[in-house]
């Protein structure tokens, strides 16, 4: 049976979900490795489990009639603790049991190069009918087609379900953002996400926001989703670096005045390197070394005092 992914599009799926968040000092942590969520039934989320790194990612899978996409691949590249490609294969099994097809492809492909989103590829290696995107602002390049990186947009077709990218450099030179008509979803990476934006290189990151702006107001997005969280729902308050429990997260997913609210505080403050906070964000704009001085020295603090017997 062939979906059709522009009737009714954008869907009405469901956020309604608790996510993985680790556990207190000296509990021990009972979460999956991998929470899976279905927000609709050709859209999982996943989620990393603290415990196993705490940069505890998000992951994207998008299923089409061809073929499904995977974004990212999480922080830990062993399969037995972190059994990425298994509960993938089980994902698309399941999908497959209630939409057969003769053969079926997984893309496999990442936000940005960083080491927690592209940890896991390994494990894709010899799945049949899998293709790897590298790694590499050119391999990037490359795979989607890009002819005018960053500004030109560019489609990845699942089959019937198209997917439309801009480069977003800033955070990283390989920094992409995604568009699904189908969920209305802007997938935003590292550029944009409740917690901690790390501005590199500030010129571009600034360029990349505009450019994600002006893209989804000729769009309907639903919600701009990142692949982290880590404020608190005290405005301007974080967790510490490398936190094991953070049990109150704002939530995932930011509507499209978020975004802007993030372009127009870059603005704002592209001029003046260091640690910027804002109520739902906090902005790292340049090198910020005595602010990253500062936030590994408290996240030393907080480890300290999760060690057993400490008060």
């Given at each position: 049976?062939?979906?059709n992914f522009l009737?009714?599009?954008p869907v009405?799926?469901?956020?309604?979900?608790?996510w993985?968040?680790?556990?207190?000092?000296g509990?021990?942590?009972?979460?999956?490795?991998i929470?899976?969520?279905s927000?609709?039934?050709h859209?999982?989320i996943l989620?990393?489990?603290?415990?196993?790194s705490?940069?505890a990612p998000?992951?994207?899978?998008?299923?089409?009639?061809?073929?499904?996409?995977l974004?990212?691949?999480?922080?830990?590249e062993?399969?037995d603790t972190?059994?990425?490609?298994k509960?993938?294969d089980?994902?698309?099994?399941?999908?497959?049991?209630?939409?057969?097809?003769?053969?079926?492809?997984?893309i496999?492909?990442?936000?940005?190069?960083h080491a927690?989103?592209?940890?896991g590829d390994a494990?894709?290696?010899?799945?049949?009918?899998?293709?790897?995107?590298?790694t590499?602002?050119?391999d990037v390049?490359?795979f989607?087609?890009?002819a005018r990186?960053?500004?030109?947009?560019?489609?990845l077709d699942?089959?019937?379900?198209?997917?439309?990218?801009i480069?977003?450099?800033?955070?990283?030179?390989?920094?992409?953002?995604?568009?699904?008509?189908?969920?209305?979803?802007?997938?935003?990476?590292?550029?944009?996400y409740p917690?901690?934006?790390?501005?590199?290189?500030m010129?571009a990151f600034?360029a990349?926001?505009e450019?994600?702006?002006?893209?989804a107001?000729?769009?309907?997005?639903?919600w701009?989703?990142?692949?982290?969280?880590e404020?608190?729902?005290?405005?301007?308050r974080d967790?510490?670096?490398?936190s094991?429990f953070?049990p109150?997260e704002?939530p995932?997913?930011?509507?499209?005045?978020?975004l802007i609210?993030?372009?127009d505080?870059?603005?704002?403050?592209?001029?003046?390197p260091?640690?910027?906070?804002f109520?739902?964000f906090?902005?790292?704009?340049?090198?910020a070394?005595?602010g990253?001085?500062?936030l590994?020295?408290?996240?030393?603090?907080?480890?300290?005092?999760?060690?057993?017997?400490?008060?």
């Open positions: 049976m062939t979906i009737a009714g599009a009405s799926g469901s956020l309604d979900v608790a993985i968040h680790g556990s207190p000092r509990q021990p942590n009972a979460d999956p490795p929470q899976t969520h927000y609709d039934p859209t999982m989620r990393q489990n603290r415990a196993i705490p940069e998000f992951l994207y899978l998008l299923f089409g009639n061809d073929r499904a996409v974004l990212d691949t999480g922080a830990t062993d399969a972190f059994p990425l490609r509960t993938v089980g994902l698309v099994d399941a999908w497959l049991a209630v939409n057969p097809r003769e053969s079926y492809g997984l496999v492909a990442h936000t940005h190069s927690d989103h592209i940890a494990q894709f290696a010899d799945r049949p009918n899998t293709t790897v995107a590298g590499t602002v050119g390049q490359s989607f087609g890009f990186w960053p500004e030109e947009i560019v489609r699942l089959g019937g379900r198209i997917i439309e990218i480069g977003t450099p800033g955070h990283h030179e390989t920094s992409i953002a995604l568009y699904d008509p189908w969920t209305g979803f802007m997938l935003s990476g590292d550029t944009a917690g901690r934006l790390y501005a590199r290189d010129p600034v990349s926001l450019r994600m702006v002006d893209f107001a000729t769009r309907t997005v639903t701009v989703m990142g692949c982290h969280i404020m608190t729902r005290t405005p301007g967790y510490p670096l490398g094991g953070q109150d704002r995932l997913e930011m509507p499209l005045d978020q609210t993030i372009r505080a870059a603005r704002s403050v592209a001029d003046r260091g640690v910027r906070p109520d739902d906090i902005l790292y704009v340049g090198p070394r005595w990253l001085i500062k590994i020295a408290r996240s030393l603090v907080s480890k300290l005092r999760r060690r057993p017997g400490s008060k």
